[in-house]
């Protein structure tokens, strides 16, 4: 992961030196479906646990030009998939996983109209699993936090995230935007897993220029 932050690192510097008047923020929230996470293993029936699948964000940028700026975002989310057995005393088993990510963006201003805003944006992925819960239904109606998905899942994943952001601004400080968002990892959630992990996401956000 050392090569990640020195990227990291790389593309905040250029930030120093500018007017603070150039520096922006933006709050949002949003919808994630993530995919190819499930750990693959014995050919159980796998399922998506969507409604617990959510995160929230907050980002600082600063405009270099009219058309370009740079942003640095975070993210605090979770996500969540099981699968369901057969043949056993065991039901379902449920596990979701809590993330935070750190990711430097550049925007370019691709389309304007009256107070319309289009970028798109190009960035790279950190992302850390903070915690993780498990829980399995079993057939006497009893509960357990056995490990009967596997916790060994990859702490430690990175990705390339492109998105597009639509901003409609009130006026020249304050202004909504929503940003949908495609992310491919770089590697397998668990080493057993057929195809690299991805993540769709849509946020919506407010954003505010000093």
Request: aromatic fraction near 20%; proline fraction near 2%; avoid cysteine.
């Amino acid at each position: 992961m050392k090569k990640y932050f020195v990227l990291l690192a790389i593309s905040v510097i250029p930030v120093v030196g500018f007017s603070q008047s150039r520096f922006f923020v933006n709050l949002n929230a949003g919808w994630d479906h993530t995919t190819d996470k499930y750990y693959n293993y014995n050919n159980y029936e796998f399922f998506d646990n969507d409604g617990n699948e959510y995160s929230y964000g907050a980002s600082v940028g600063m405009n270099f030009s009219d058309v370009v700026r740079f942003r640095l975002a975070s993210v605090l989310g979770q996500y969540s998939y099981g699968q369901y057995y057969s043949g056993s005393n065991l039901l379902k088993t449920t596990m979701t996983l809590k993330y935070f990510s750190i990711s430097p963006y550049f925007d370019f201003r691709v389309w304007t109209k009256n107070k319309f805003e289009l970028f798109l944006s190009p960035g790279l992925k950190l992302e850390y699993i903070s915690d993780s819960d498990q829980e399995t239904a079993k057939t006497d109606g009893s509960v357990s936090d056995g490990n009967y998905v596997s916790n060994s899942y990859a702490d430690k994943m990175a990705g390339f995230a492109g998105s597009a952001i639509l901003k409609y601004s009130f006026n020249k400080h304050l202004g909504v935007t929503l940003t949908p968002e495609y992310t491919l990892y770089f590697k397998q959630l668990y080493e057993q897993n057929d195809s690299n992990m991805k993540r769709f996401s849509t946020r919506l956000g407010v954003e505010w220029h000093f």
